[in-house]
């Protein structure tokens, strides 16, 4: 990343369009030197600052910044509020008062403290006494600042972004106040004896039923998943509940990259109580793309999704609900789905490792499960918080 000090900084509201493609482009001018920087697909990125296209305007507002220097783009910054985050408990790290920013891209420090400045008196102009952040744009997305793990690429849905962000960010005065881990398991050769224990007791239940998602009922299935996910999750540090409208965009974006040998469900006497959901990295894929599918890129990914193979697959989403967590029951149908889809995973999507993240530092259920996998850490993710 290179500096250039040459003239005063001066910051801008995106107005228009020209600003919105000002703000998109400019990642990817400033990243392009990064071996381990994936460049997202330019319209995901569009969709996702677009009221009308990202269903969480229906409960949000957002302002987005330029920083210019010298006749060029400096740096970006999105300032944003959800109003269903200030509906939560502030126990639970929302609540009344919070304010997010997001999106960040900055040529150099002095850029950066420039933009952070400017969201916060966006926020403080909302009423807002207290900025969360980075998050972009909801905590549904990519949460946190990339802190560890810088060396390789990210997987599917997780965000990379330059180390030295996170001195820039803590000399505005942020602390953090939630770590994300990632992590890593070898999948090829199988888990420890006692997953295989844990799994062939599961199978000797008759109570138990784990079952493929069925595509051809997509919406149902998505409705669902999302249902268990709201309820298992809602104790969770920085939860806010996916509305109707986000649960069916969720499932529309994710319809060509969901596999139904990759979802499971489990039931406990026909009751739809868990549910894991694993993606094959596209990352693989985009990471020589630029951003765009044209001209011949969006063939070679049709191509690729219609039988993928994905030496990494990632666990974004796995949950159970809030009755049975922390009950053996619980810990034994999260080791049968994974072990279910560590299988097909392998054998159809030529695997090798998975990514189980992100995880909450202090959710213990989820870190005692990775530790009884073998799994590693190999990327952490730090939230920020600032009184304003």
Known sequence: MTAHNEGPITIHPVRNKADTREFVELAYRLNRGDPAWVPPLKGEVFDLLTPGKNPWFEHGKAQYFLARRGGRTAGRISAHIDFLALEQPASQGMGPGTGNWGLLEAEDADTAHALIAAAEDWLRGQGMNRALGPLSISVWDEPGLLVDGFERPPTIMLGHNSPLYQGWIEAEGYRPVKKLHNYSVEILNGFPPIV????AAGEKNARIRIRRVDKSKFDAEATLIMGILNDAWSDNWGFVPLTDSEIAHVGKKLKDIVYEDLIRVAEVDGEAVAFMIVLPNINERLIDMEG???????????????????KRLRVPLMGVVKKLQNSRMASTLAFMMIEYIRRDGVTIYGAEEGDIGWVLDDNQGMNAVAEVLNATVNRTYLLYDKKL
């Open 196 to 199: 295989n224990r844990i799994v």
């Open 292 to 310: 765009s599918l044209f001209p011949f890129n969006w063939a070679k990914l049709l191509w690729w999704l219609r039988k993928p193979r994905s």
